[in-house]
């Protein structure tokens, strides 16, 4: 197991469970760091405008992986 997945997996195993609020605002927050206000809330609005993929967001968030590590992953969390 490499360093940094040692790391995110101690990370992972003190997360607690979040309620629907926490992920929201920790979802607003991450997208806050990783984009800037304005691009955030162009991302946010551009959900409610247009009708999204959700098979295709799918494919690209799984390539490359096996379904026995989607589970694996499914069970830590």
């Known amino acids: 197991m ?3 997945d040692a ?4 990370h992972m195993e003190k997360i607690q469970p979040m309620d629907d609020t926490q ?4 979802g607003i927050e991450a997208l ?3 984009l800037g206000p304005a691009a955030a809330l162009r991302f946010l609005t551009l ?3 247009e009708p999204t993929d959700y098979v295709e967001i799918s494919r690209r968030l799984y ?4 379904l026995e590590q989607i589970f694996e ?3 830590e969390n």
Do not use: F, M, P, Y
């Open 7 to 10: 790391t995110r997996l101690r």
């Open 63 to 66: 390539e490359g992986q096996t």
């Open 73 to 75: 992953r499914a069970r």
């Open 2 to 4: 490499r360093r940094d």
């Open 32 to 34: 806050n760091k990783a």
């Open 47 to 49: 959900l409610h405008r």
């Open 23 to 26: 992920i929201r605002v920790s």
